[in-house]
């Protein structure tokens, strides 16, 4: 290791050096002239740029101190956070990712869903379509049958309501007057589809309307009487399909 150098003006002695501004400051004090000692002033007149020899410690040179650091410490003891850490970024992009599938599997379900409703609409037109001739027609040769046979297309309360009803006013009334009703959905001169239109519709209820032509005939009617009726009918999906919940003459 290089050896350190200091370097110093003049080479007198410390203790001359202090003696001699003592000595002036004193003279100053008491006004008179101060005599310059001729080692002070030969010391003085020195040339700079001797060089002082220092030997090394024993131990060695000490690397100086690391500067302190001013930051402010938490109140709290806890470490200061650093800024972009990237367990932030991977919640962020979880919570992106959870958005997104629930979103697809929204859109998924909402796709399913009409696609439902759609295939609903047709199969509901076509189960009223086959029942509105059988729930609304009988005949009273063949009461019992034609009952039953209607009895199978219905479901839930009016299915019962449908019983009731028929047992206690139309069998008895079709018994003893000869009534024959025949039901069949109009259709269009020109021999298009049946008038038939959906008025509203989800994946398992449907309700429909029709236009339903009756024919009647009895022993109070000498001739064949004609009724235009509109029915609105409502049907339920069941396990054994499409069935009458509810009919309603408009």
Known sequence: MAIPTFRTRGTGSPARRTMTAAARAAAKRAGRPVRPERGADQDERTPSGRTLLVEPPTNGWEDP????????EPEDGARPRKAG???????????????????????GWQYVQE???EQAR??????????????????????????????????????DQYGKTTKAAVAPTATKYHGVVKATVATPADGSAPAV????????????????????RSTQVPQPRLDLNRVRMTLTRTSDGWKVSGVDAL
Do not use: C, K, M, W
């Open 115 to 117: 696609r439902q409703t």
């Open 85 to 107: 850490r990237p367990g932030v970024l991977t919640a962020v992009l979880g919570v992106v990712l959870v958005a997104a599938l629930i979103t697809v599997a929204v859109l």
């Open 197 to 216: 239109s959906v008025v509203s519709a989800t994946p398992d209820r449907a309700v429909v309307l029709l236009f339903v032509n009756q024919v009647t």
């Open 65 to 72: 101190p690391e500067p302190e650091s001013f930051e402010e």
């Open 122 to 159: 047709g199969e509901a037109v076509a189960a009223a379509r086959e029942a509105a001739p059988v729930v609304l027609s009988y005949d009273y040769r063949h009461l019992d049958r034609d009952f039953s046979r209607a009895h199978g297309l219905l479901t839930g309360h009016f299915r």
